[in-house]
């Protein structure tokens, strides 16, 4: 007898006509399994898997209706077909049959041919309804799979083998309730030039993932993409040499069905039941939508990759009449995302403010060279030409919504807590917060790097005039709670200084030159607003 045969639960307390019907059914390949009442049936059906009740009316105990009556009013197992047995000329048997949800009748005495016509009908039935449930319960998990991607997406951290272990999650067979759906699942992943195999099934309550190693050819076109179903998957040139490698690995391929594409190929296998095109419909559905989403995070990527080669490029642009500041732009960024994380700001600003604290100058293209250049003090007018950059940036910068906190850097990045900056002498919270950090950002690499005009401080120095003051930079010029922040990483700051070595070798190289040509009284912070000119 096959085990998946449909099991049939016959309830009678007279043992001649169990036997009569397990001889009916049994020939005709269904599982009997036997019950002398109500009590002791409705103990089968809660402890193992039943297609079908047959049931005599007339018991000790627990009779057949309220057996009935028991099986149908359980949401568990209301969905079991229940025949009953009653007297040929009994109505009233019949109408209590009815009302206790009978599916069928039987009269006895009865015929086998009808036995067996009525089980083999209800039995469809039964398996129309499972599909139909099926489908109701794949539509639900393709829109709940599909809204669970779409609400995690993010294209930075998008992680195809943990959506495909979510996809294999939504199909794959976790216990006896869902004994229709498939044992196992197989993946196959493109990895450089070579495909990876995975296995997933269920065990101890747990998915588990293993990696394969498979070799088995599939045709697959290039560009090709498609889903099927097999019932005999072995019998299938496409697919032989895979059963057979599967085979060879002790894996048993019943039936399956599969989605594949050059990138990624899922199979599911051994379903409890028929595969049907609808099954692999839904396969389908949802390996597309998790590929839908990595492209699109491939996409986005790309797109974020070439809008941050632009930026840095229109930032390197922008220092060309700069003197020679190593990675100062790229540094800047570097402590922002420090500092802005350290404020609980999300990743997505942090990213942000990341890469546009790299265009806070870009402004000076508008600045004479020989200002920026110049190894002395600036005097007013050439000051007042200097404090533009902030202005002419954010006007080169534009409007784009996109480009905001950029924006917002390059008018603000002078402005001081205590209202003391420039180009409009903002105070507090005020300035934008972008400014504000880029504000310390800025100040820190200042200090470290070496200019025309000044020597490069070690971090400890640094970090005690920021923190400290020294006559020209004062700690009310930040912040408080971005100085906090500050204190709170400042190990971090030195880390990313030290990071850059262009940047050191930089410094030590105007560093030199100043000491051969610099007077210590010369020397000043311009860009920073901190010359001997007073209030700017
Ligand atoms: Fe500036
Ligand atoms: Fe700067």
Redesign the pocket.
């Known amino acids: 007898m096959n085990a998946s045969n449909p099991v049939i639960l016959c309830v009678d307390d007279e043992p001649g006509n169990l036997k009569l019907l397990e001889r009916t059914l049994g020939t005709s390949g269904y599982q009997v399994i036997k019950a002398n009442d109500g009590r002791e049936a409705l103990d089968i059906i809660g402890s193992r898997a039943v297609d079908l009740v047959l049931t005599d009316v007339m018991m000790p105990g627990i009779d057949g209706f309220e057996t009935c009556r028991r099986i149908k009013g359980d949401e568990r197992y209301r969905h079991i077909p229940v025949v009953m047995i009653t007297a040929l000329d009994s109505k009233a048997d019949r109408i209590r049959g009815i009302e206790a949800g009978a599916d069928e009748f039987l009269a006895k005495p009865y015929d086998h041919c009808e036995v067996l016509a009525r089980v083999k009908m209800l039995l469809r039935t039964k398996q129309l309804d499972n599909m139909l449930d099926d489908s109701y319960s794949n539509i639900h998990n393709l829109t709940s799979f599909g809204n669970r991607i779409m609400t995690s997406f993010r294209p930075a951290g998008f992680d195809l083998m943990l959506q495909i272990d979510s996809l294999a999650g939504q199909i794959i067979r976790k216990d006896a309730d869902s004994a229709g759906r498939p044992s196992t699942v197989l993946v196959r992943i493109l990895t450089g030039n070579s495909y990876e195999w995975y296995r997933y099934r269920y065990d101890s309550r747990e998915l588990e993932r293993s990696a394969i190693d498979l070799h088995a050819p599939l045709d697959i076109s290039a560009g090709d993409r498609s889903s099927c179903f097999c019932k005999n998957p072995a019998s299938l040139p496409q697919f032989r040499p895979l059963v057979e490698c599967l085979t060879s690995r002790g894996i048993a391929v019943g039936n399956m069905t599969c989605y594949l594409s050059d990138m990624a190929s899922v199979f599911a296998l051994n379903y409890g039941r028929e595969v049907t095109q609808f099954d692999a419909t839904v396969l389908e559905s949802l390996a597309m939508q998790t590929l839908f989403f990595m492209h699109l995070a491939i996409q986005i990527r790309e797109s974020d990759d070439a809008l941050a080669y632009t930026v840095h490029s229109l930032a390197r642009a922008s220092e060309a009449n700069d003197e020679d500041?190593g990675d100062?732009?790229l540094r800047?960024g570097e402590y922002c995302a420090i500092v802005a994380g350290r404020l609980g700001l999300g990743e997505q600003w942090v990213q942000s403010i990341k890469l546009h604290a790299t265009l806070?100058?870009v402004g000076k293209v508008h600045t004479p060279s020989e200002i920026l250049k110049k190894p002395g003090e600036l005097d007013p007018e050439e000051w007042t030409i200097m404090k533009l950059h902030t202005m002419k940036g954010a006007k080169i910068i534009g409007d784009h919504p996109k480009f905001g906190i950029a924006r917002q850097i390059a008018l603000s990045?002078h402005e001081r807590w205590d209202g003391s900056g420039y180009p409009f002498g903002l105070s507090g919270e005020e300035i934008p917060l972008e400014g504000r950090i880029m504000n310390i950002a800025?100040q820190y690499?200042?200090l470290r790097n070496a200019r025309v005009y000044k020597p490069p401080l070690d971090h400890a120095t640094t970090v005690k005039i920021i923190t400290g003051g020294d006559g020209r930079t004062l700690p009310q010029h930040f912040d408080p709670q971005v100085l906090k922040a500050f204190i709170a990483t400042a190990p971090l700051f030195a880390a990313v200084y030290e990071n850059f070595a262009d940047t050191a070798k930089q410094s030590e190289r105007v560093s030199n030159t100043l000491a051969t040509s610099s007077q210590p009284n010369e020397i000043a912070f311009r860009?920073q607003g901190l010359t001997a000119i007073g209030a700017i």
Do not use: F, N, R, Y
């Open positions: 500041t100062h732009i800047v806070h100058d990045h800025d690499d200042a860009d």
